[in-house]
DNA sequence: GCGATGCTAACTGTTGACAATCGAGCATGT
DNA sequence: ACATGCTCGATTGTCAACAGTTAGCATCGC
């Protein structure tokens, strides 16, 4: 808690709290002052209030005026309401990026592809994830459209959070990559079939989606 | 500005600052310095913050830690950003409430539609906007998707925003209400045929964007 | 004349204190 | 015993001042 160089000060306080959170310290219903935090912290209650206002956005925490701020519960239905979203956006992303992605951008695409195939063949599962997004993120870029690319940021932020929660160990248990959906939705996309990067796209969610809601992991 | 009960006092600032940016009265680029509007505003830097950071989420202002907030310019391109996001979403919305809707939401659903007809059948654009609006947030409701309804409003409000600038001129030209997609949308839910209704809201928003964007209003 | 360096001014990020507001608990009246 | 009103404690919303940083400019050296 010393250097601190540059990123925003509440950033690391939101950091600090969110892992809080997610770990389960602090339970869902909690209440968090803003006095206590800020002294905990070793910080005025400035940044801790931006924090708050930070986890709020973000879904963490319910904002009451005048009452205070909470914890809020996430949920499985939270998770499934994010890949409904992204599933969304996503398709719409690969039918402007069929249109608008110059050939460096189809390579550049590819590389990525390759990146989370390799990571996965190597059973790296961490960067795995990180590429995966990369992968999805990439061709949202393609579309051109930035307030969709944020959108998608958003929500692959979200997707990250609520697999920390109870969700993580159920999710981690009957996963497998889902590689040749991302490989049909580039192929796709290189060959400018829109409705095919599109269809790739809704499968993938749906393969994602069976696999994490559709049945317990009872075998 | 005396009075002010409780409707958080950053929220009104944040709507006059708004108000003057659309109105043309702060242009693009326009340092938004946190002491001179506390001042102007006649209270203190911390409202001022909430503000801006305000307009900073809604797109209207860009900040840059360490060198203050600015206004930014907000172009024809911004607005077809919107409606690819909003299609994208809507379309996700009615499959959903194709699946849920109880004949009361239908019921409710139709009422909607007849506050549209009715208002723009008597030529009241201003509440035939507003109904047309909540025509199109009550079947995002139906989704029972509550991060996708809160997406909803928000590029709901974006599209006011957008429309309330240059823009607003050349949308008020050659508009004809998209009543009979309405009605598609309506009927394609009631119907319980998904595809039908995510079609419907696709013809909606390639005519609207036709409308807007196509051509030039020159005669 | 031109580039680098140090200064200055302005603005943001942060701080600790003050005031307004809300909920809980208690006293009081019926 | 129950409802009602009041007071008190706790917590947020707000404020004015401090410290750190950045951009712009003048000065100095080459």
Redesign the pocket.
Known sequence: MTALT?K???ETIADALRDEILDGHLAAGS??????L?ERF??????V??ALAELAREGLAV?L?????FVSSLTEADLDEVYVIRRAIEEAAVRLAVERASEADLEGLRGALLEVEAAYARGDLATAWEADMSFHRAYCRLSGNGRLLALFDEMASQTVLLMRTALATRASLGWTPPVEYHRRIADAIAARDADGAAAAVGDHYRYTEDRLFASEPSG
């Open positions: 540059h925003q000060l509440w209440r968090l002052v803003e006095t206590e800020a070793g910080v005025s209650r400035g940044p209030r931006d904002d005026p005048r009452r205070g701020t």
